[in-house]
């Protein structure tokens, strides 16, 4: 028989991945408070996402099940809480909250209370904001101390202390030194989770490797993920996601160019983030990606201007018997060929270059 889904799933956090695939699925109670549920082609479920405009009277809640769970890109939890902003239980919320609820402050306060049904808005502030008030300096203290780590593992705080280490080593010494294994105590990990609970899919006394074949194909049975990480506690979550970006070699933390965010890129050289919060909102990959079009249309331009230049003056020499226009045409080259290289070293502007080039 096939195991029977037993991991509890309302109030609690379940937490996999698959680095094949670099996605990462979790399970939590969430309130529908300014939340929306978004459906990306390139997933199978959906994930989360904050939305001001909706407007809450009554506030209801929702859990994920292990059969539909949330997806996101892989590493997403430790990018989100690197970049939560826990100024204010507003911004804690929008950044952070909405997306995982607040079980999983359980290990800085006794009594969360369990997700309910709330009629006001106020009703459902008034129930979290003093347990976020309280946890507050404990959730900054934590959030410093994996910043520092991964800041640490992948040169981001501008010092190039041990530099010639993999991240890997870092995260190893920075672990032992500061005891992060104290983060490690309350995980239970359930194995072959996905489809060895599945009765509904799966039947014992049917299958066939016909069968198996099919699953595989489909991705009821998927072998690329692991197992599942059953715990309460946020700073068991934060190792749990540490270590699993720590010991994959194919992965890179970096800052993002445009928003300063931390964030996990799909190649080596990509310099944008591609974080949302909200419905539409645009990500700084497109942003960069715009002004990075710009740029290079703007170049066109003045290469446009200066070929055009050319070709006339060539035009001019092969006309003329005069042997000066000759001599000045050459001379107009050389000097083209320095205003470039004095534009290309930021030494003059665009304007300044292309006046240069149509002034007679
Ligand atoms: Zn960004």
Not at 192 to 203: C, E, N, T
Not at 245 to 253: D, G, P, Q, W
Not at 283 to 296: L, P, Q
Not at 311 to 325: P, T
Request: with cysteine.
């Amino acid at each position: 028989m096939l195991r029977k889904d037993n991991i509890p799933v309302k109030d609690w956090f379940n937490i996999w991945f698959n680095r094949e695939k670099r996605k990462e699925f979790y399970t939590t109670s969430i309130s529908l408070y300014k939340t929306t549920f978004n459906h990306d082609k390139n997933n199978t479920f959906s994930n989360i996402l904050f939305n001001d405009s909706k407007n809450d009277k009554e506030i209801y809640f929702s859990s994920a099940t292990l059969l539909e769970p949330f997806e996101e890109s892989y590493g997403t939890f430790l990018i989100k809480f690197l970049n939560a902003n826990f100024a204010s239980f507003e911004t804690s919320y929008r950044t952070f909250f909405c997306f995982y609820g607040f079980s999983i402050l359980s290990e800085f306060y006794a009594s969360i209370p369990s997700l309910k049904f709330f009629k006001t808005e106020d009703e459902f502030i008034e129930t979290y904001q003093p347990i976020f008030n309280k946890v507050k300096p404990k959730l900054k203290k934590l959030q410093y101390l994996i910043k520092q780590c991964v800041d640490y593992m992948y040169n981001l705080n501008n010092d190039s202390i041990d530099k010639n280490y993999t991240p890997l080593e870092k995260y190893l010494s920075y672990s032992i030194f500061n005891n992060l294994f104290k983060y490690s105590t309350n995980i239970e990990v359930y194995y072959y989770q996905q489809f060895a609970h599945d009765i509904y899919h799966i039947s014992s006394q049917s299958i066939t490797p016909k069968i198996v074949r099919e699953h595989l194909k489909n991705g009821i049975i998927t072998l690329g993920d692991s197992p599942v990480f059953h715990t309460l506690y946020l700073s068991n979550i934060l190792y749990i996601s540490l270590f699993e970006i720590a010991t994959n070699k194919n992965i890179k933390i970096k800052i993002c160019k445009n928003c300063g965010k931390y964030f996990i890129p799909l190649k080596n050289n990509e310099k944008y983030c591609d974080i949302v919060y909200c419905k539409d909102e645009v990500t700084c990959k497109k942003i960069g990606a715009n002004n990075s079009y710009s740029k290079k249309r703007n170049t066109i331009e003045w290469i446009r201007i200066y070929r055009n230049n050319y070709q006339r003056r060539l035009m001019q020499v092969k006309r003329s018997n005069n042997e000066q226009v000759k001599i000045d045409f050459e001379n107009w080259k050389k000097l083209a060929k320095e205003k470039i290289k004095e534009f290309n070293n930021k030494l003059i502007s665009e304007e300044k270059l292309i006046e240069w080039i149509e002034k007679k």
